[in-house]
């Protein structure tokens, strides 16, 4: 099984509606990411906790929102869907160590917004 | 904030050598890490540099890091097809990693 899962793996979706995209982990890692990948821009910040009640914005929060329902599980909301979320999404964990060597990644969500 | 730039794309022919290059602003990061991505997966970790390090090789890979230029690179020895992926630099910003672009190195027979 993989250390971090991410559900669904492929969606489609409307314009305005409302989506939820969830990742799991099996590290035991207090921090978790979500990014989103775009063609040419690489992966950009959304949202991160460090443990359960911490979550902070990224560079890209808007129209985003999360929650850390425990440690080992963090999800993603477009309250909203418009079309230019359309993007690859990838969760992360990593270990809170003074320096972090390595962020794990989940298999990542194709999102389209029609 | 933090930027990190790499070039979009590369093209080698199999058995050459394929470097990929990338540059960062921040002198404080502890960290510089390249990751690879290959089709319709996340990213692993392909390996990373201390910065009080100058070169670290392994195996096939080699990697530079030029504190003075804040240039890193990664050079991939007798490249193969199955090289052909997305390749990102990263560090590890404050509390958090920041990823170039991606260089899609392309493996040509």
């Known amino acids: 099984d993989a250390d971090v899962t991410q559900t669904p793996r492929n969606r489609i979706t409307k314009t305005g509606k409302r989506i939820m995209l969830e990742c799991s982990q099996t590290k035991g890692h207090d921090r978790m990411y979500w990014y989103r990948q775009d063609p040419g821009l690489g992966l950009r910040l959304i949202y991160y906790?460090?443990?359960?009640?911490?979550?902070n914005k990224g560079e890209i929060s808007d129209g985003y929102s999360v929650s850390r329902q425990a440690q080992a599980k963090f999800s993603l909301s477009l309250e909203s869907a418009i079309p230019n979320q359309t993007a690859l999404y990838f969760c992360?964990?990593?270990?809170?160590?003074?320096?972090?060597?390595?962020?794990?990644f989940g298999q990542g969500t194709r999102l389209t917004v029609v | 904030g933090e930027d990190v730039e790499q070039s979009l794309f590369l093209s080698v022919r199999e058995g050459d050598s394929s470097v990929i290059n990338c540059t960062y602003t921040d002198s404080s990061s502890t960290y510089l890490y390249w990751y690879k991505q290959e089709p319709g997966a996340g990213l692993q970790l392909l390996t990373y540099i201390f910065s009080n390090m100058d070169m670290k090789q392994d195996q096939r890979l080699t990697v530079l890091l030029n504190k003075k230029d804040k240039h890193l690179s990664l050079r991939i020895a007798d490249t193969q097809t199955g090289d052909s992926a997305i390749y990102f630099c990263?560090?590890?910003?404050?509390?958090?990693?920041?990823f170039g672009p991606g260089t899609r190195l392309s493996v040509l027979p």
């Open positions: 992360a964990t990593s270990d809170p160590s003074p320096d972090t060597t390595e962020a794990f």
């Open positions: 906790s460090f443990d359960v009640k911490d979550i």
């Open positions: 990263a560090d590890n910003y404050g509390q958090n990693f920041v």
